[in-house]
Nanobody, 119 residues
Framework: QVQLVESGGGLVQAGGSLGLSCAASGSIFSINAMGWYRQAPGKQRELVATIATSGSTNYADSVKGRFSIATDSAPYTVHLRMDSLKPEDTAVYYC?????????????WGQGTQVTVSS
């Protein structure tokens, strides 16, 4: 079993910045990639940014140049720096991890954290 614990988020004015963090724990053999997805009311969940263990990153076009994803020295931890936030960035942000455990390889999800950008 893998648990993802998210932190950060909240309310910010347009043009402001926020940071999200996510830490994975459990009986993990390895993690191939971690990332962030978001879901706005009435919309489907969409990719925001991902980072592979190789360090390669992938961003949604809508956040390129404004958001930055990174890991740090703590194992299985990923951060999302969000700058120049826009009202359309308002959504619940979910951390995801492609992890391998004794049960196989699956994608695990966090509970989600609300990000609200006021105009």
């Amino acid at each position: 079993q893998v648990q993802l614990v998210e932190s950060g988020g909240g309310l910010v004015q347009a043009g402001g910045s926020l940071g999200l963090s996510c830490a994975a724990s459990g009986s993990i053999f390895s993690i191939n990639a971690m990332g962030w997805y978001r879901q706005a009311p009435g919309k489907q969940r969409e990719l925001v940014a991902t980072i592979a263990t190789s360090g390669s990153t992938n961003y949604a076009d809508s956040v390129k140049g404004r958001f930055s994803i990174a890991t740090d020295s703590a194992p299985y931890t990923v951060h999302l720096r969000m700058d120049s936030l826009k009202p359309e960035d308002t959504a619940v942000y979910y951390c995801a991890a492609d992890a391998t455990t004794g049960r196989g390889s699956y994608t695990y999800w966090g509970q989600g954290t609300q990000v609200t950008v006021s105009s």
